[in-house]
């Protein structure tokens, strides 16, 4: 079930990256760089989940490659989808995923912050400027 979940994530990141890609080549670039930061730890915790339910050593191999086909998949029909399309629909799917990707990571950080315990300002604060530096840098790097 885990591994579909990454996949399932790889392959909407993939999408994003395809659409993106359309728009511009730098867009893309930023979009993937982005994606680095959240898939790398995912994909070491998705093996040392493998590891520890007693997959061998070839095949925890073999599932992290073969995380490459939803992302190569994704980023595939994101860009032949919205090929030669408006730019509006190109952004139209660049913010639905982006909306669900958010959606997911929202609903994960705010769940494990009241399992924690109290919410204090700081957590609050630092919440939203995460959020407002990514939109930041989307903005003038993009």
Known sequence: MIYLAVCVDLFS????IGAGSTISSGLALVLALGQVGGDLPEGFATIAS??????SRGKRFL???????PLFIGTSIGYWLVRGRPE?????????TAAI?????????????HEQGEDTYFQTMSF??????????STYLG
């Open 13 to 16: 990141d993939g999408l994003m």
């Open 63 to 69: 599932a992290l490659v073969g995380f490459a086909a």
């Open 101 to 113: 990707l958010a959606k997911a990571a929202v609903e994960e950080v705010i769940g494990e912050a």
């Open 128 to 137: 939203i400027g995460g959020f407002a530096l990514f939109a930041t840098a």
């Open 50 to 55: 493998l590891k520890d339910k007693g997959l």
């Open 88 to 96: 509006i629909v190109k952004l139209a799917l660049l913010s639905f």
